[in-house]
């Protein structure tokens, strides 16, 4: 089953329009990457889901059209978005960065047990439970950003370049840990990533986006044997 869908979407800040027709098709329980280079429109196809860019064309989740949802309409139908920047709370401890990943559950046990999972998948965060987010490294703040989302328990994960400025073992380890919770969970994901070695670990397939149009769509098999995505993307 198709949990997103975008057909032909375009997307706006202001007058100025700067995507031209994205279409995208995320399978429930699927990782789908969006790749492409500075300006193309990665970051902006992530904001037309959760309602966060004024957008035209097909955005349908789970058969429901998302036009005219506010961002919180959007989240409360169990989309997460991790933004790129991560977004932690900086005056809150990480225990409660986590607790306000929750916020719209009520069972208290579940969301305990839910704590302890995302501490475990991020054995980092463990020791650093007490701190605020302000003195955490930037790899410890993404991994809490990608902890906070999974608090939610959302169907579907949007996450925009989790490895940016990170160093490429932190990179790494957050990768595999978001590949481990692929697997248990099941929850779907859109994975916009400017390293793509990276992101082909993870996706099932993806889309390149040029000038905020799909340049190129394929499998991860089909995309890492052609030449241009090598050349461009996986330095070679
Ligand atoms: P990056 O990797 O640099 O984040 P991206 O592929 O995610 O790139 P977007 O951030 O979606 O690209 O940007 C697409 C285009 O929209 C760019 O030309 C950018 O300058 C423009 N843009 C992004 N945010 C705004 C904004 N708030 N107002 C006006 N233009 C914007």
Not at 12 to 31: H, I, K, N, T
Not at 130 to 142: H, P, V
Not at 158 to 179: F, H, N, R, W
Request: positive net charge; proline residues 3%.
């Amino acid at each position: 089953m198709t949990l997103l869908e975008l057909a032909d979407v375009r997307a706006f800040y202001g007058r100025v329009q700067v995507l031209e027709g994205v279409s995208l098709s995320v399978p429930d329980g699927g990782a789908v990457g969006i790749l492409g280079a500075n300006g193309a429109g990665k970051t902006t196809t992530l904001r037309a889901v959760s309602g966060t860019v004024r957008s035209t064309g097909t955005i349908r989740f789970d058969g429901k059209d998302l036009h005219g949802l506010r961002p919180d309409q959007v989240a409360a139908l169990g989309i997460a978005h991790v933004p790129e920047g991560r977004g932690t709370l900086s005056d809150l401890t990480v225990r409660e960065n986590l607790r306000v990943g929750a916020y719209r559950r009520k069972d208290a046990k579940a969301i305990r047990a839910d704590v302890d999972y995302c501490l475990d998948l991020f054995p980092q965060l463990k020791d650093r439970i007490r701190s605020n987010g302000s003195a955490l490294s930037g790899g410890e703040q993404q991994m809490l950003a990608i902890a906070r989302a999974i608090m939610a328990r959302p169907r579907l994960l949007l996450l925009d370049e989790a490895s940016l400025g990170l160093a490429p073992s932190t990179a790494k380890a957050v990768y595999q840990a978001i590949g481990r919770l692929r697997t248990e969970s099941g929850i779907a994901m859109v994975v916009v990533e400017q390293n793509a070695n990276l992101a082909f670990t993870l996706v099932d397939s993806a889309t390149v986006l040029e000038t905020g149009r799909n340049a190129l769509t394929g499998s991860t098999a089909e995309l890492k044997g052609m030449d241009e995505i090598r050349r461009a993307y996986l330095g070679g």
